[in-house]
């Protein structure tokens, strides 16, 4: 996922900036705005989109040509600076100073339980033990693990690259207890953790003897 330091391109990070202020624009709105040709608007749009950051609708009004419109996805919202990790840790610390570790412990394992439920869903119509790694691999990065696979002799390994809950971690391992779990459920063999990001390592690994079968 594209990062806003690491857009490359100022171009678009004006045009980001003019969908966070406007919440949605069409060609037109941006030629004025910014000064810049239509192709070469449109190239920019079009590469945001292709990474997630912008999506792109019609609307008719009245008889001729439907407009496009341009908005930005969730993904791109998340550029802009947000304070949802601060709340989320005072959150978290104010459940364990009233004492609910208990909900909490429910709570994450709901949340993991539905994740597991998404995932199997994912993998379902694999048919061979290479495919279901692969949609596996596709789950974990629409997630935001950052995830790479590596298949030896010596059987696979799991990378998670990133962290999205990073600030939950911060404040409880339970996540981390319940990704191994996930992994276990979800591939029918012992996970083993062999690196941690809490411990400094560059991600989080996850070592089995085997690949996992295909679905029956």
């Known amino acids: 996922m594209a990062t806003w330091t690491l857009l490359g391109s100022e171009t678009k990070r004006q045009l980001l900036l003019l969908l966070k202020r406007r919440g949605q624009l069409t060609l037109d709105e941006a030629e004025a705005a910014t000064g810049l040709t239509r192709p070469t608007l449109r190239e920019h749009l079009t590469q945001l989109e292709r990474d997630g950051l912008v999506r792109r609708s019609t609307e008719r009004r009245g008889r001729g040509r439907p407009r496009l419109l341009y908005r930005l996805t969730p993904a791109g919202a998340q550029l802009f600076p947000n304070r949802d990790g601060v709340l989320l840790g005072r959150l978290l610390e104010f459940l ?55 298949v030896s002799e010596q059987g ?49 690994s996850y070592a089995f003897d085997s690949p996992p079968e295909a679905a029956q």
């Open 96 to 150: 364990k100073e009233e004492g609910a570790e208990e909900l909490l412990r429910r709570f994450f394992e709901r949340y993991w339980t539905e994740r597991l439920q998404a995932a199997r869903q994912r993998l379902a119509s694999a048919q061979t033990p290479e495919a279901r790694l692969a949609a596996l691999r596709d789950f974990l990065e629409e997630e935001g693990f950052m995830p790479e696979i590596v």
């Open 156 to 204: 696979v390994e799991i990378r998670e690259c990133n962290c999205p809950f990073a600030e939950t971690i911060r404040h409880t391992r339970l996540p981390c207890y319940l990704e191994a779990r996930f992994f276990e459920q979800l591939l029918g063999r012992e996970a083993v953790r062999v690196a941690y990001i809490p411990d400094g390592s560059p991600a989080c």
